[in-house]
């Protein structure tokens, strides 16, 4: 395949069901390299779902999933699927870095201890390479001077900002982010953004769940609407928020906005 052409992400399809509970009823969507696209709905959509089945914390029941060509978490031979190795669809996993709502640093280590585990641990990094990355990483998100401090000594935005510190040391081609800014006191959305916003501008493919439209409309290439496990709409921000198509995206977003 053409690695210029190639989607970062192409979803074809994509269904999955917990039990008697479906959850996904055929997602399509693609997000290019170097593409942002934002991603909302209602609760209990699917988007964590999506994003989880992206990142294979969740396995996929029917339709394809790729990302960067690769079907995730399955590989294909004479037209049938078998399951990945533990340890191949582990592989798979260390090239999309994913950013929770809720932080998850481990609350025992330092910042910069946070940042070089998994460069060490899964990377085979030196400590001395992977802490130089983790401080240059730092520098970029504005907390080189929190190097040495534990989570629980800095705000939630701050704890955030390592988290992506986090997410990036292990040189991601994409980065998926849950509604990284919706458990922070209204005053440290701003700077989370901000960093999103230079990752942005540098390049980085992202898919973000998002309902800070005002980030959509900035910096998005693309806002994906999904309602009951599918795509009802997408477009340019500006397009669906000015001039939304279905009667369910506009009622979700005269909610919103
Ligand atoms: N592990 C699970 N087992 C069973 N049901 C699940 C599981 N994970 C999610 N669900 C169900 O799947 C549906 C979609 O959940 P999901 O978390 O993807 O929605 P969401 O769009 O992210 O919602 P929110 O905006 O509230 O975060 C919900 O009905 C949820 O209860
Ligand atoms: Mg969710």
């Given at each position: 395949m053409n690695a210029d052409v190639t989607p970062m992400?192409?979803?074809d399809r994509v269904c999955k069901n917990f039990g008697a509970l479906d959850v996904l009823n055929g997602v399509s969507l693609e997000v290019q390299r170097g593409e942002v696209a934002c991603l909302i709905g209602p609760s209990g959509s699917g988007k964590s779902t999506f994003l989880r089945c992206v990142n294979h914390l969740e396995k996929?029941?029917?339709?394809?999933?790729?990302?960067?060509?690769?079907l995730i978490g399955y590989r294909e031979k004479a037209g049938k699927l078998y399951e990945l190795s533990s340890r191949d669809?582990?592989?798979q996993r260390r090239d999309i870095g994913m950013v929770f709502q809720h932080f998850n640093l481990f609350p025992h280590r330092t910042v910069v201890n946070n940042i070089i585990e998994a460069?060490?641990?899964v990377g085979g990094k030196s400590k001395a390479a992977a802490t130089?990355?983790?401080?240059?990483?730092?520098?970029?998100?504005?907390?080189?001077?929190?190097?040495?401090?534990?989570?629980a000594q800095l705000s939630g935005g701050q704890q955030q900002r390592v988290a992506i510190a986090r997410a990036l040391a292990m040189e991601p081609k994409l980065m998926l982010f849950d509604e990284p800014t919706s458990a922070l006191d209204p005053e440290l959305v701003g700077d989370v953004l901000e960093v999103m916003r230079g990752l942005a501008a540098d390049g980085m493919t992202m898919l973000v769940v998002t309902h800070e439209m005002g980030f959509a409309?900035?910096?998005?290439?693309?806002?994906i609407f999904m309602d009951a496990?599918?795509?009802?709409?997408?477009?340019?921000p500006r397009d669906v928020l000015a001039n939304p198509q279905h009667e369910r995206t506009q009622s979700f977003l005269s909610k919103l906005l």
């Amino acid at each position: 395949m053409n690695a210029d052409v190639t989607p970062m992400v192409l979803a074809d399809r994509v269904c999955k069901n917990f039990g008697a509970l479906d959850v996904l009823n055929g997602v399509s969507l693609e997000v290019q390299r170097g593409e942002v696209a934002c991603l909302i709905g209602p609760s209990g959509s699917g988007k964590s779902t999506f994003l989880r089945c992206v990142n294979h914390l969740e396995k996929v029941n029917a339709g394809r999933l790729l990302v960067d060509g690769d079907l995730i978490g399955y590989r294909e031979k004479a037209g049938k699927l078998y399951e990945l190795s533990s340890r191949d669809a582990g592989r798979q996993r260390r090239d999309i870095g994913m950013v929770f709502q809720h932080f998850n640093l481990f609350p025992h280590r330092t910042v910069v201890n946070n940042i070089i585990e998994a460069p060490m641990l899964v990377g085979g990094k030196s400590k001395a390479a992977a802490t130089e990355h983790a401080m240059a990483l730092l520098d970029q998100v504005g907390l080189r001077n929190k190097a040495d401090a534990y989570p629980a000594q800095l705000s939630g935005g701050q704890q955030q900002r390592v988290a992506i510190a986090r997410a990036l040391a292990m040189e991601p081609k994409l980065m998926l982010f849950d509604e990284p800014t919706s458990a922070l006191d209204p005053e440290l959305v701003g700077d989370v953004l901000e960093v999103m916003r230079g990752l942005a501008a540098d390049g980085m493919t992202m898919l973000v769940v998002t309902h800070e439209m005002g980030f959509a409309r900035e910096v998005a290439d693309q806002l994906i609407f999904m309602d009951a496990g599918a795509v009802v709409e997408k477009g340019r921000p500006r397009d669906v928020l000015a001039n939304p198509q279905h009667e369910r995206t506009q009622s979700f977003l005269s909610k919103l906005l």
